[in-house]
């Protein structure tokens, strides 16, 4: 297959209506829009017109307007203040500007001023230079003596002491290297020549106590296991079962009590098969051939 060959499914694609092209396409002389009127001419644009009424979009109010140029300002509650004068993040013998409270950690950014607002009590003066103020928070300021200043001007961009870069530590210095430890005074020659003598001397070895015999363990050989499956009634996965319970043998089956056999019953859910098929006594019966 080539690219020229390929193809939408049929019925994918319908062609264009072409109208005015004769009577017999059925979308001729007038082209579906009908016989005069203002929808058959040119140029008519009717979306919106309610039939002479007043349309939708002039009925609706207009109202508001989003200013351009409008200034988003960083807002500052006495309350926050306050708590920072509290915790100690101003230096109030300086004057607390829109710098100052980022790098205090008051406000998180000036944005395009400070501006001074809410209600409470300041316990000390604070000399303010904001970008605005609200009456109250004002005569709050300068009720606790201090004041006031509106400044036009745009507060520059701050670091957080926070986000600011690290300064590299100095490198340590490398410590001298220590003095090598006095030698001690080392023994005299003929102290020396003791030592080596009294080392040379062949020392005793202590007598070794006889070993003990262990009593040797009889190790009993296990039974071989028998074919199970010789007893009528037990197959391959009733002879793994009764194995994992310890009746491997013919003697094992053949020994089989009562309250052993009811405890079998119910445990592997034999149905009473070895009381039904006599399995002790078919177990006898092979120990009998097998001797």
Known sequence: MRLNQLSDNPGATKPKTRLGRGVGSGKGKTGGRGVKGQKSRSGVAIKGFEGGQMPIHMRLPKRGFNKPNRKRWAELSIANLERAIKAGKLDLSKNVDAEALVKAGVLRRANDGVRLIGCGELSKAVKLTVAGATAGATKIVEGAKGSVTISDAKPVRVQKDADAPK?????????????????????????????????????????????????????????KADDLTKISGIGPVFAK?????????????????????????????LKNNIENDDWPGQAKALMAKKD
């Open 167 to 223: 300064a590299k530590k100095p490198a340590a210095k490398k410590a001298a290297p220590k003095a090598a430890p006095a030698k001690k005074d080392e023994p005299k020659p003929a102290a020396k020549k003791a030592a080596s003598k009294a080392d040379a001397a062949p020392k005793k070895a202590p007598a070794k106590k006889p070993a003990e015999k262990k009593p040797e363990k009889k190790v009993e050989k296990a039974a």
């Open 241 to 269: 079962r009764l194995a994992e319970e310890g009746l491997t043998t013919y003697q094992d089956v053949a020994k089989l009590t009562k309250k052993r056999i009811k405890e079998l019953d119910e445990k592997l859910d």
